[in-house]
C-alpha cells in the first residue's frame, strides 16, 4: 500500500458508534484497489494494444512508464494538498480525475492519446491515493486502526493476484467488441459510485498547519526524470541521436539544481518537497537507494515478462494470467511470513535472504527459458515463479519499516512519503531500460518465424540484468539496520502523536 504524509499530527479520536465510518472504509480501499489493480491491469493488456492500435515499443513503454511517472512526481504534493485544503475534498477530486482519465483510456483513438490519458490517471492517483491512510486516521478510532491495516493488507494482495488476471479476462472476453478497452473503461462505474458515496460518508478533515506546497520542486524533479526517460525509450529507435546523450547528461545537473534548491527552501520556509537531512540518517539513505533500484528491477522484469510470453510465447492474455498467479500467491504468502514471523527474530537478514532467493528464481527462469525456448509451458515456469515470488515477499513487506527504523519521528511522514515517490520513479526508470536491456538486443525488422526466437533472446538477456541488479540490492541492504522490527520511537508511531507544538487537526463536519 502506498504510504502517505501522515506525521503532521494526530487525529481526535472519532465516536465508535458511528456506522459511516465503515461506509468510509469501504470507498477508499475501493479506490486503493483500483489504483493497485491499474498498476498490474494494463501489463497484460499492453501486446494487444501495441497489435490492435499499432503502438511503437517505445509508445508501449510510455503507457506504463508515463502513469508511474506522473503518480511519483505527484505523490508528495498530493498528500500537501489534502492537509491544505482538506482530506475528503482532494481524494473526490482526485478519483473523480481519475474517472475520466480512465474513459478517455479507454476511448483512444490513437496510441498518442492512449499515453497522455494514461499520464492524466496517473496524476490522478497522485491526489486520490496518499488521502486514503489520513482519512482513515480521520475517520476510526486507534483501537480499531489494526484491524483495519490488516484489511489493506489483504486488499495489496488481492489487487496483486487479481489485477493480471482480470486484465486477462477483459482482454480474452473482448466485451462488446472492444478488444482492450474494457480494462479502464470498468473503473467508471466503481469510480462514479465511489464518488457519490464518497461525498455522501466520508468526514473531511485537514491538518491545522499544513507546509507549504513546493511546486518548483515538483517541476525540477519532472524535468530531470522527462530528460532521463525520453531518450531511454526513444534512443534506439531514433538510433541513439547525440541530443539524447546530451539531455541524460543534463537531467544530473537538474538534479543537482534540485537538490541546492531544496536545501535553499529547507533553510527558507522549512517546507521542501525533499527532506535531504534524511539521508544523513544511514539507514535512510540506503533504504532509499535500496527501493530505488528495486523499482528498476521490477519495471524491468514485468513488461519484458508480458511481451516474451504473448508477443514471444504466442499465448493468450488468459493463459499469461493465470501463468503468474503462483508468483502472486507466493508473494502474499512470503509477505506474512516475514512480517509476523522471520523479521522478529532474524532482522535484516530475511531482506538479504529475499534478494538472494528472487535472484535465484530469476536465474533458474534464465536457465529455464534458454533451455526450453518456445516450448516452454506454464507448468515449467511454475517452480522459478514461485522461487521469485517468495523472495519479493521476503522484501516487500518489512522493507518500508527498516528503512524508517531510524528516521527522526518528526520526519516520519515525508520519509514514507518519499519511499513510495522513490519507488515509482525507480519503477518508471526501469520501464524506460526496457529499450535497452530487451529491445536494444531485438532487430527491428524481424521475419514473422524470427519473432519467437528473437523475444527469447531478449527476454534471457533482460533476466540477466535483473539478476545484477538484485546482487546489487543485497549488497546495499548491508547498511540497513540489522533489527529493522525495532522502531525509534515514532518512526511506527508518528501515526499516533503529534509532531511538537502542533496542535492536533480540525475535523470539519
Same mark, same amino acid.
Given at each position: 500500500?502506498?504510504?502517505?504524509?501522515?506525521?503532521?499530527?494526530?487525529?481526535?479520536?472519532?465516536?465508535?458508534?458511528?456506522?459511516?465510518?465503515?461506509?468510509?472504509l469501504a470507498i477508499v480501499m475501493t479506490a486503493a484497489f483500483m489504483d493497485l489493480v491499474d498498476v498490474?491491469?494494463?501489463?497484460?493488456a499492453v501486446p494487444s494494444i501495441q497489435r490492435d492500435e499499432g503502438a511503437t515499443f517505445s509508445q508501449i513503454q510510455w503507457i506504463t512508464a508515463g502513469y508511474a511517472l506522473a503518480f511519483a512526481a505527484g505523490l508528495v504534493t498530493g498528500g500537501r494538498l489534502g492537509d491544505i485544503h482538506g482530506r475528503k475534498r482532494v481524494f473526490l477530486v482526485g478519483i473523480g480525475g481519475f474517472t475520466v482519465a480512465s474513459a478517455l483510456c479507454g476511448l483512444a483513438v490513437n496510441p498518442e492519446m492512449l499515453v497522455a490519458s494514461r499520464i492524466l490517471q496517473g496524476a490522478m492517483a497522485a491526489l486520490m491515493v496518499p488521502q486514503v491512510l489520513s482519512i482513515v486516521h480521520a475517520t476510526f478510532p486507534a483501537h480499531e486502526r489494526g484491524k483495519v491495516f490488516g484489511l489493506f493488507g489483504a486488499i495489496v494482495g488481492l489487487g496483486a493476484v487479481s489485477?493480471?488476471?482480470?486484465?486477462?479476462?477483459?482482454?480474452?472476453?473482448?466485451?462488446?467488441?472492444?478488444?482492450?478497452?474494457?480494462?479502464?473503461?470498468?473503473n467508471l462505474p466503481v469510480g462514479v459510485a465511489a464518488l457519490v458515496l464518497?461525498?455522501?460518508?466520508?468526514?473531511?478533515?485537514?491538518?491545522?498547519r499544513a507546509l507549504k506546497l513546493d511546486l518548483p520542486g515538483v517541476a525540477l524533479v519532472t524535468l530531470a526524470l522527462l530528460m532521463l526517460l525520453y531518450p531511454l525509450t526513444r534512443g534506439r529507435e531514433l538510433g541513439w541521436p547525440v541530443w539524447g546523450y546530451v539531455s541524460m547528461a543534463g537531467a544530473l545537473v537538474v538534479f543537482a539544481a534540485l537538490v541546492a534548491y531544496e536545501r535553499a527552501k529547507g533553510a527558507r520556509d522549512g517546507s521542501p518537497l525533499i527532506e535531504l537531512s534524511l539521508f544523513r540518517v544511514k539507514s535512510f539513505a540506503a533504504g532509499i537507494a535500496v527501493q530505488t533500484v528495486f523499482g528498476v528491477g521490477l519495471g524491468v522484469f514485468f513488461l519484458v515478462w508480458t511481451?516474451?510470453?504473448?508477443?514471444?510465447?504466442?499465448?493468450?492474455?488468459?493463459?499469461?494470467?493465470?501463468?503468474?498467479?503462483?508468483?502472486?500467491v507466493a508473494v502474499s504468502v512470503a509477505a506474512g511470513m516475514s512480517v509476523q514471523q522471520l523479521v522478529p527474530r532474524f532482522g535484516r537478514k530475511v531482506l538479504q535472504a529475499g534478494a538472494l532467493v528472487m535472484a535465484a528464481g530469476v536465474l533458474i527462469y534464465l536457465a529455464e527459458a534458454e533451455r526450453y525456448g518456445l516450448?516452454?509451458?506454464?507448468?515449467q515456469m511454475a517452480l522459478p515463479l514461485v522461487v521469485m515470488g517468495a523472495g519479493m515477499g521476503l522484501i516487500v513487506a518489512p522493507l518500508t519499516d527498516?528503512?524508517?527504523?531510524? *528516521?527522526?519521528? #518528526?520526519?516520519?511522514?515525508? =520519509?514514507?512519503?518519499?519511499?513510495?515517490? &522513490?519507488?515509482?520513479?525507480? %519503477? +518508471? !526508470? $526501469?520501464?524506460?531500460?526496457?529499450?535497452?536491456?530487451?529491445?536494444? *538486443?531485438?532487430? #527491428?525488422?524481424?521475419?514473422? =518465424?524470427?519473432?519467437?526466437?528473437?523475444? &527469447?533472446?531478449?527476454?534471457? %538477456? +533482460? !533476466? $540477466?540484468?535483473?539478476?545484477?541488479?538484485?546482487?546489487?540490492?543485497?549488497?546495499?541492504?548491508?547498511?540497513?539496520?540489522?533489527?529493522?522490527?525495532?522502531?525509534?520511537?515514532?518512526?511506527?508511531?508518528?501515526?499516533?502523536?503529534?509532531?511538537a507544538g502542533e496542535k492536533e487537526p480540525e475535523l470539519v463536519p
Open positions: 500500500m502506498h504510504s502517505t504524509d501522515i506525521a503532521h499530527a494526530r487525529t481526535p479520536e472519532p465516536a465508535t458508534g458511528d456506522r459511516r465510518r465503515w461506509f468510509a498490474t491491469i494494463v501489463n497484460i489485477g493480471p488476471l482480470l486484465g486477462a479476462l477483459l482482454t480474452e472476453g473482448n466485451l462488446f467488441g472492444l478488444e482492450w478497452r474494457p480494462i479502464f473503461l470498468i464518497g461525498s455522501r460518508f466520508i468526514t473531511e478533515s485537514k491538518a491545522p511481451l516474451y510470453m504473448q508477443i514471444g510465447l504466442g499465448w493468450s492474455a488468459l493463459r499469461a494470467g493465470l501463468t503468474g498467479v503462483p508468483f502472486s516450448g516452454i509451458t506454464s507448468w527498516a528503512v524508517l527504523s531510524e *528516521v527522526p519521528r #518528526e520526519h516520519a511522514g515525508s =520519509a514514507s512519503g518519499l519511499i513510495n515517490t &522513490v519507488q515509482q520513479m525507480g %519503477h +518508471a !526508470l $526501469g520501464l524506460g531500460l526496457v529499450s535497452v536491456v530487451f529491445f536494444g *538486443v531485438i532487430d #527491428e525488422r524481424l521475419a514473422p =518465424a524470427e519473432v519467437g526466437p528473437a523475444f &527469447v533472446d531478449g527476454f534471457t %538477456h +533482460a !533476466l $540477466g540484468w535483473v539478476a545484477a541488479v538484485l546482487g546489487a540490492i543485497f549488497l546495499l541492504m548491508f547498511a540497513l539496520p540489522k533489527r529493522p522490527a525495532q522502531h525509534v520511537e515514532g518512526a511506527a508511531g508518528a501515526e499516533e502523536a503529534p509532531v
